[in-house]
Each structure stands twice: as C-alpha cells, then as structure tokens.
C-alpha cells in the first residue's frame, strides 16, 4: 500500500549507458515531481508534471527525458550518463498544481561508474 | 533566487532532551510551510506544515514557530528520542509557486 514507490531502488552503471528510473503514486494526486539530491542533500527539483502535462522543467540537461503515460505515473529516463549524474532521485507526488505538501518516494540511488 | 536555508548544519543532543532546529527563509511573500524529516535511506517524510496566517502549530512532540517579521521558521522537537535522529528541512511556498527546500540540518541523538 506504499503511496509513492519508485524503482529500481539501486542502479549501478556505466557511463555513457542508457536508464530509467518508474515512479507511480496511487494517491490520486494530479502533479508529481522528480528532485535530485546531491552528496550534500541538497533538493533540487528537476521536473513537474500535472495531469501528465509538464509545468516545471529546470535547468536539466536534455539527456533527461521524463515520461509520464498517465497522472499516475512519472518516469525518468536519462541518456548518455555521467559521472556527475550520479545522486539520489527522488519521485513525489501532490494535490494540486504546485506547492502543496509533496509525499516522497524513497528515492533511487543512481552511480556511475 | 536565493534559497532557504544554504548550508547542511549538524545539531547534536542528549536523548530526553528538547531540540531547536532553525530556518531563515527569503521570500516575505511565502504563505505556507514544511518541515520535512529524511532518515538514513528513505525519502522526506512530512511533519508539520503552518501557514503565514499562523504564528505557531503544534503536533505530536514537535511545534513549529514562525517569525515572519525576521522570516524565521523553527521546529521544536520535545524529549528527543534516538529516532528522531535524521536530516530535517524546511520548505517555504510563495503562493502559486512550488516548494523551496532548505539544504536541511542533521540532527543526532546521543543515548
């Protein structure tokens, strides 16, 4: 009965290599996000969808792709990957368009080697 | 746009004690606010949310204080326990915009 789960929960890979990242929350929210943190844990907010339309597209490069087949889903897939992409990604879903309280997914620990 | 909250700060304190984890926000025009607990390997967790109509909310052993006219937020964590050891933020919404998370301050309980 897990609100928010987000899978895998580990990925380990080469750089250059291709992967995606499913989130799906069966809260019946209308907007999800995905954030990046950092070693530092810093949360950045990387993308927002509402209804499965984008509302929120930071500065990310465009190796990052999400995806999202119906409001219920948001996955993220990222090309070419780098060292530097490698953090914790964390899938969250909310009532509402934006800033209302976020349910957090327990996150995807990404490595590149 | 400046951030809540730049830096990861560690708060230690003896188990029973009371904690004080602190927040300055930027944006005099927020209107609504987070705490949020993240422990080791797991995503944020809600606490608490209070918005700027409020100066003060309570919950279960935690009450968050807000002081907007020095744009400070504050979590109160009472008899802290060791598993309230985790890394809190804070989060702050201008109305119509999303949430702005803090960089979080760690917190350590010591038996």
């Known amino acids: 009965d897990t609100a928010v789960s987000q899978t895998p929960k580990y990925l380990v890979t080469q750089m250059g290599n291709d992967k995606s990242i499913k989130c799906e929350q069966n809260l019946g929210h209308d907007t999800m996000y995905w954030y990046k943190q950092d070693s530092k844990k810093f949360l950045k907010i990387m993308f927002s969808?509402?209804?499965?339309?984008?509302?929120i597209n930071e500065t990310v490069p465009n190796r990052f792709s999400p995806k999202s087949p119906d409001k219920a889903h948001l996955n993220l897939h990222i090309n070419s990957l780098e060292l530097g992409d490698s953090a914790v990604y964390f899938c969250?879903?909310?009532?509402?368009?934006?800033?209302?309280?976020?349910?957090f997914g327990a996150g995807t620990r990404l490595s590149v080697l | 746009g400046e951030s809540v909250g730049l830096h990861l700060p560690t708060l230690s304190v003896q188990e029973g004690d009371n904690s004080i984890i602190n927040c300055a926000y930027s944006n005099s025009a927020s209107d609504y606010f987070i705490w949020y607990k993240q422990e080791s390997g797991k995503g944020p967790q809600f606490i608490i949310d209070i918005r700027s109509n409020m100066d003060k909310r309570q919950g279960q052993r935690v009450t968050v204080l807000l002081n907007k006219t020095v744009k400070h937020l504050s979590l109160q964590i009472a008899a802290t326990q060791p598993g309230d050891s985790a890394v809190y933020f804070c989060a702050e919404r201008q109305a119509g915009n999303m949430l702005t998370f803090g960089g979080g301050t760690r917190l350590m309980v010591k038996p």
């Open positions: 969808y509402n209804n499965k339309e984008l509302i």
């Open positions: 969250a879903s909310s009532q509402g368009v934006t800033g209302e309280r976020e349910y």
